[in-house]
C-alpha cells in the first residue's frame, strides 16, 4: 500500500460526514440512529428515509436499499 492511502475508515466522523455531503446524490453513506423506540435510516442520495424497530433491521434496510441503488444505476 502507498503512503498516500486514504481510507474512510480512517477518517474523522466530521470529515466523513463532509465527505458524504458532497456525494452528489450517490449512496455514499446511510445512517442508522436511534429516535426515542425506534431507529430512522436515512442514505446521502436522498431518495431513502425509513424507520426501523431495531439497528439490525435498519443495517438490512440500508444493505438492501444499497444493492438495490447500484441494480437501478
Known sequence: MSDDYESALE???LEFLASV???GGSCDGQAVVP???RYRCWCSC???NVQAPTQAEGLRLA???T???GARQ
Do not use: C
Open 11 to 13: 477518517e474523522k466522523p
Open 21 to 23: 455531503a458532497n456525494s
Open 35 to 37: 429516535d426515542g423506540d
Open 46 to 48: 436522498g431518495e431513502w
Open 63 to 65: 444493505r438492501l436499499h
Open 67 to 69: 444493492s438495490t441503488a
